[in-house]
């Protein structure tokens, strides 16, 4: 009984050549009908829009559908008809959810998978950007006001530090490391990113600094230690802002960094630097200039700043699985749109630079520990809750892997200023 | 009589308390009336139109005009009636004419004066954007069709190769130069340019390269030569594309160094990398979409490029009086407007640097040259012509050095391709 009941719940054995089997609302175990040809076509129809990638489906009773007939195939296994209709109605939400609750699954390695889906969506959105933008069903972000910022924020960050402690570096960053070399382990590159930040922004010792959407305070407490900086941190979190508290004091650095849990819009007071780490992706497009006109206030006559984010080449609304389940009110912008921070008000901007490979990278180590402590993320959480996560951050490795995301760090001055560095020289000139 | 002659023409005899003299239609010597009410008031206005700098303008009677009573003032000499009320009405315009034709002089260091009109109006703007726009009437910029094009180039480069010869390099490069330190000799830093832009490009032996818009030739001729590349430059200047022929073809590159006298638009055939360094502030703000879409059509799937061009922190047209009497047709983006060439068309932008003081430090070096050759270009031109180009090459050096013009290079590649660097460090790390 229990191995028909694993077979029910997940629903595979169909690919057997057994009839499939389900489990009714009432609790009866049901034969599912074989799949009728309305429902092979709309598969067939759904592979067309996503540009015919090597991908098979296998579904509930082992029937395939498939856009070509390579051996090289993925499989993908579709274990009920609910899952199927789903897929074909919203497929950039349902994909997600199903594969979540286990009604749908990947053979072999899932970013290798997510790749595949990309790249032939980035093929067929070129040839033919109508059929591609039916595919991508527009997905409205949900509203970045106070209380709805307060809401999507509340809804990632406060899953629990300890979760995030289970896959993340000893100092709680969590947004894109830099890899000098590849080789460093996550806890040197996510050192070597807060330094390169800190170089970036030509920090000098009693600089006051501002840090719109602080994480767990970990750049905060670098710049004071390192560059004996004067920090104001802002954060939505409580659960991130008691951590870095509590860290900070921990550390002795209590006089020279504070922690304030509020909205990046309530930021007050004067500084010479103004720096925002992967926070912009949760501000909305329709903020940006309102950004802009929070830093113009703040900066000083020769301030300059730094905001880094995940980005995109082209306007794409994010993910709608992603926005809904992960991060809500989430956007990526291109580097257009970014401008609306800066030129507005006129801030001049002196150095981009794309790190893409860099996040993958970084997605890569997250995604590796993640899966090495899962038995205690399945102990704290749910299985659903798990494969959520693996999803999550393999199709953000993928994302970056395959160009559909970037990572862009934009070095800003206040207009007319020059004291900017000469060259770009010292980036690379290590400190001693 | 000479002496008079000389007083009239420049008009200046009034500052020694003498009645203003000039000579009229018919040749006689008349008086200037002394300045109205009315032209003192309009002059105080125009001055605080400009944000109020420490300029006083001196009229041609000897009586003062300023906003301050401070002795730093710096003194503008204006030696007629018609010179006033041109400034008064179009100052964005008059003001280079006046000052070409010698009807209007400025005391001391030219680039130090305009430097302080910069900042001045810099500050007005911020305080009053609408009272800095009626100052700087728009001007628009003279259309960049194909035909429009060849004579807004002609205009400017066919002004006679051995003119430029007197005071540019020797490789004769007419755009901004890198000097990786400040010392580097004019020759030093357009060489160290040419290296740090294909530095950027990362070139390969045996890549095809594209240049849109190759001056006199010299980074074509610096690509073949250093880095084994063949590459197909493009330019509508006859005289520029004679040079540069004749010139590849004494070094024994023709094999590898094709130029060809045509528009941007008509670019075909294939390449692994397209570059552009100062084209495109001549090609007009509506073109942008269109020469994205001709490197579209260009480049290779795993291709790369780079943009160089004078930009913009925030949309101004082009000042009136260089538009019509310097660069017909031209027109300095911003990032958002630059970016008109790459989203639509989805190419992923990995790298900006804003190099706006190497561009100041580029112009100090090409204004002495000039100013040592100038007797030169005297007996060329005529001395109204010595004045302009003092003018523009002073006006376009205070541009960079109060950030009122930027210069943006721009990396750009293939969306999704992989063969991108893994940091920047190789941009530092100089050949051997």
Not at 43 to 55: E, I, Q, S
Not at 115 to 120: M, P, S, Y
Not at 370 to 393: G, K, P, S, T
Request: include cysteine; charged fraction near 25%; aromatic fraction near 10%.
């Amino acid at each position: 009984m229990t191995e028909l009941k694993d077979q029910v719940s997940k629903g595979t054995d169909g690919f057997l050549g057994v009839p499939a089997l389900r489990q009714s609302a009432s609790g009866a175990i049901v034969a599912l009908a074989a799949p009728s040809w309305i429902e092979r076509r709309a598969l067939r129809k759904l592979l067309t829009l996503m540009g015919n990638p090597p991908v098979r489906f296998v579904l509930w009773n082992g029937e395939h559908v498939s856009a070509s007939a390579s051996p090289e195939c993925r499989r993908v296994l579709i274990h009920d008809r609910r899952t199927l209709w789903q897929l074909v109605i919203n497929p950039d939400l349902h994909f997600g959810d199903a594969y979540s609750r286990g009604a749908l699954d990947i053979e072999g390695d899932l970013t290798g998978f997510l790749e595949v889906i990309n790249r032939a969506r980035r093929d067929a959105s070129r040839l033919s950007p109508l059929l591609s933008a039916l595919l991508s069903r527009r997905n409205r972000a949900r509203p970045n006001t106070l209380a709805g910022s307060r809401s999507n924020i509340h809804h990632h960050y406060n899953l629990g530090n300890e979760f995030f402690q289970l896959w993340l570096d000893e100092e709680m960053v969590y947004t894109c490391a830099y890899f000098p070399t590849t080789t460093l382990t996550l806890e040197q590159a996510q050192f070597a990113k807060l330094d390169y930040v800190c170089r970036k922004l030509r920090l000098q010792p009693g600089d006051t600094v501002i840090e719109a959407g602080c994480g767990w305070g970990a750049l905060a407490r670098y710049m004071a230690r390192e560059y004996g900086v004067k920090v104001r941190a802002f954060n939505l979190s409580a659960e991130q802002v008691r951590y870095a508290r509590e860290r900070a004091a921990a550390e002795g650095l209590g006089r020279n960094v504070e922690y304030i849990e509020d909205d990046y819009r309530n930021i007050s007071g004067q500084c010479d630097v103004f720096v925002s780490i992967g926070m912009l992706e949760h501000v909305g497009r329709d903020n940006y200039r309102n950004l802009g006109g929070i830093i113009d206030r703040c900066l000083a006559p020769a301030g300059r700043g730094l905001i880094h984010s995940i980005g995109r080449d082209q306007p794409c609304p994010m993910n709608a699985w992603i926005e809904r389940r992960v991060f809500p009110g989430s956007y990526p912008p291109t580097l257009r749109e970014m401008m609306d921070i800066f030129e507005p008000w006129g801030f001049s901007v002196l150095d981009v630079e794309n790190l893409r490979l860099h996040y993958a990278k970084t997605l890569e180590h997250w995604l590796g520990r993640f899966e090495a402590r899962q038995d205690e993320v399945r102990e704290r959480f749910d299985e659903d809750f798990v494969r959520a996560w693996r999803l999550y951050l393999a199709g953000s490795m993928a994302g970056f892997t395959t160009g559909w995301l970037q990572l862009f760090q934009v070095v800003f001055t206040r207009p007319g200023s020059n004291k900017i560095p000469w060259t770009r020289d010292h980036l690379y000139a290590h400190r001693t």
